[in-house]
């Protein structure tokens, strides 16, 4: 199926635009993706921090268009949408393999200890939950990525500074949920 963008094509910050194959693998995952990670729970989690901007929550398909709103812009502020980015050398604390980031969310392996959901997904993808493993599998599988990050910012909003300090809010779109929405449908 050949999708066209255009609300999700947005300029985030100085990152540019979203390439079509990154767009097309997060409508993928989200098709087939657990309803667990978008249900309402009582953690203050993504759905929280983006309230402002992008709800109210209208129902379960409206919620999984927003995490693709939000991952859509995550992945532009993390590592310009680059799925083998590696570990952010302006941050002093990536010194270890489990606080280096890899992957387009820069996501860390010392992410796992949030929720064993999270252990549990490396482990079915992998069948190891060293750091090391985790580094590799979330370059070069991209829906374990997709949903790692996904499962994470529903448990906390502090492992990634663009969200902590709600700088991703001002570039996150209405227009871009509301065609995510729609391709989800299609």
């Not at 609300?7 to 985030?12: I, P, S, W």
């Not at 919620?63 to 590696?86: H, I, P, Q, T, Y």
């Not at 500074?161 to 227009?175: C, F, V």
Request: aromatic content about 10%; overall charge negative; some cysteine.
């Amino acid at each position: 199926m050949t999708r066209h963008f255009k609300e999700c094509k947005q300029k985030v910050k100085n990152r540019g635009v979203p390439p079509d194959s990154f767009l097309n693998e997060l409508i993928d995952w989200a098709i087939n993706a657990p309803d667990e990670i978008f249900e309402k729970n009582q953690i203050h989690d993504i759905y929280s921090n983006v309230l402002t901007e992008l709800g109210p929550w209208k129902n379960l398909h409206h919620r999984k268009a927003v995490m693709l709103e939000v991952l859509r812009v995550l992945g532009g502020f993390e590592s310009s949408w680059d799925w083998n980015a590696d570990v952010d050398t302006t941050n002093p604390s990536s010194n270890t393999p489990c606080t280096k980031e890899a992957g387009i969310f820069q996501c860390s392996g010392n992410s796992i200890s949030f929720d064993s959901s999270l252990k549990d997904l490396l482990l079915k993808v992998s069948g190891k939950t060293d750091c090391d493993t985790f580094r590799e599998i979330t370059k070069s599988n991209h829906e374990f990525a997709i949903e790692y990050c996904a499962r994470l910012l529903r448990f906390t909003v502090n492992h990634h500074g663009p969200i902590k300090r709600k700088e991703i809010n001002e570039w996150l779109s209405q227009a871009a949920v509301t065609e995510f929405e729609n391709l989800l449908s299609a």
